[in-house]
Structures are given as structure tokens and as C-alpha cells.
Nanobody
Framework: QVHLVESGGGLVEAGGSLRLSCAASGRTFSSYHMVWFRQAPGKEREFVAGISRTSGNTYYADSVKGRFTITRDNAKNTGYLQMNSLKPEDTAVYYC?????????????????WGQGTQVTVSS
């Protein structure tokens, strides 16, 4: 199995940028597809972006397409989510997750392993 720890969240003004990191330990990180979800207060957990094992394929929610970029560095066992042009509606707890099967399903139960989350707050 793999253990995931997110970092990089914080408070930023609208229009600003943040880069989230997801550090993996345990089983080889490159064995897993990696995704980011987010959950705002009172809302369901929402798919944000996914990347395949070898970075050959990426997939984004329409709400973040063109603003967010998902990448990974398998040599460092770390995944990233670069978030630009942030909006107040991007405010949420952001979670990274991993699966040996999926990188583009929007259903959270498709992912076996989850981090604890990192808070992103975008002020208007």
C-alpha cells in the first residue's frame, strides 16, 4: 500500500497561485495513478484532476481546466497540483488519492488510498 501526505495549502487572494504537493511512501509510487479531489464545506467531495502512472495522460474537471496543472515526479515519489488564477469557489480541503486502476474516474470510491487533506482558502 501507499501512504500519502499533502502539503502546500494556505490562504491566497483571488487571482493568485498555490502549488500543492503529495508525498508518497510505502509501495512504489510509480505503480499508482494519482488524482486530486477537493471538498468544500457542506458539499460532496469533487474530482479535480488525475494523472496516469507515467504522466502520459492527464484529466481535469471542467471547472479547473486551463487554470490547474497536475504533474508528478516518480523519482521523488511526489505529485503536484499547480493552481493558478484561483477563485473564491476553489476554497476547499484538497486531497490527493491513488489507485492502481483509475486516474480519470470522478467517483471517489475508485481510489484506494487517500491523504489527510490540506486547506486552500481563496479570499475575494
Amino acid at each position: 500500500q501507499v501512504h500519502l501526505v499533502e502539503s502546500g495549502g494556505g490562504l491566497v487572494e483571488a487571482g493568485g497561485s498555490l502549488r500543492l504537493s503529495c508525498a508518497a511512501s510505502g509501495r512504489t509510487f510509480s505503480s499508482y495513478h494519482m488524482v486530486w479531489f477537493r471538498q468544500a464545506p457542506g458539499k460532496e467531495r469533487e474530482f479535480v484532476a488525475g494523472i496516469s502512472r507515467t504522466s502520459g495522460n492527464t484529466y481535469y474537471a471542467d471547472s479547473v481546466k486551463g487554470r490547474f496543472t497536475i504533474t508528478r515526479d516518480n523519482a521523488k515519489n511526489t505529485g503536484y497540483l499547480q493552481m493558478n488564477s484561483l477563485k473564491p469557489e476553489d476554497t476547499a480541503v484538497y486531497y490527493c488519492a491513488a489507485s492502481d486502476m483509475y486516474y480519470n474516474t470522478k467517483i471517489s470510491t475508485g481510489y484506494n488510498y487517500w491523504g489527510q487533506g490540506t486547506q486552500v482558502t481563496v479570499s475575494s
